[in-house]
């Protein structure tokens, strides 16, 4: 499989507990974005990382969220001391550069967090 | 701040029929526009894109739709398919920027 991989799947967790996520892009692309998606809603930008460089956050990764991508290929997203509200599929894209100004985002399949 | 929108929540069509779905945003600066679709438990699937120098894109079964003046994209699906059952996604960016997304439009095909 060449595409965006996520792991794990699912995770359920208790509310402060600690999680970590991993996302593998496509290989060759260089630009890799975290979404967060609750149900109903289209995904919100989260992070988003050009090579190993973190390179802009959104106001909805709070102190708890943590993202690291340190050598340029795969990415995990950490949530300190969960709460329920972190409850959500986290989403993970890649894109590559084929020169375009704007290159299509490739999406993984997502991990489905439940903080009970 | 700005947003995509979509013009109806939920759309219901016949197997064989043409489906269109509708999207507008406000800003003005976006140059790159796509659609996705996201089945139950899955990730957004790429479906089709267009820049902003274009009009009209058409791909397999699908047309994309852009008016720049009155800020609106539409997708078009041709002769529907149960399989085409799913929640779609517009989005719209500028440069290599997050995507941003509405809140999707659930196609349901009926035989």
């Known amino acids: 499989d060449t595409g965006v991989s996520q792991d794990p799947r699912h995770k359920i967790t208790k509310r402060g507990q600690n999680v970590t996520f991993r996302c593998d892009p496509i290989s060759e692309h260089n630009r890799l974005y975290w979404y967060r998606q609750t149900l109903g809603q289209g995904p919100e930008f989260l992070t988003y990382f050009q090579n190993e460089a973190q390179l802009e956050k959104s106001r909805l990764l709070s102190d708890r969220f943590s993202a690291e991508r340190p050598k340029g290929s795969f990415s995990t997203l950490e949530i300190q001391r969960t709460e329920q509200g972190d409850s959500a599929m986290y989403l993970c894209a890649s894109s590559g550069t084929s020169g375009m100004s704007t290159d299509t985002q490739y999406f993984g399949p997502g991990t489905r967090l439940t903080v009970l | 701040g700005e947003s995509v929108g979509l013009h109806l929540p939920t759309l219901s069509v016949q197997e064989g029929d043409n489906s269109i779905i509708n999207c507008a945003y406000s800003?003005?600066?976006?140059?790159?526009f796509i659609w996705y679709k996201q089945e139950s438990g899955k990730g957004p699937q790429f479906i089709i894109d267009i820049r902003s120098n274009m009009d009209k894109r058409q791909g397999q079964r699908v047309t994309v739709l852009l008016n720049k003046t009155v800020k609106h994209l539409s997708l078009q699906i041709a002769a529907t398919q149960p399989g085409d059952s799913a929640v779609y996604f517009c989005?719209?960016?500028?440069?290599?920027?997050?995507?941003?997304f509405g809140k999707g439009t659930s196609l349901l095909v009926t035989p």
């Open positions: 989005a719209e960016t500028r440069g290599q920027n997050a995507l941003n």
């Open positions: 800003n003005s600066a976006s140059d790159y």
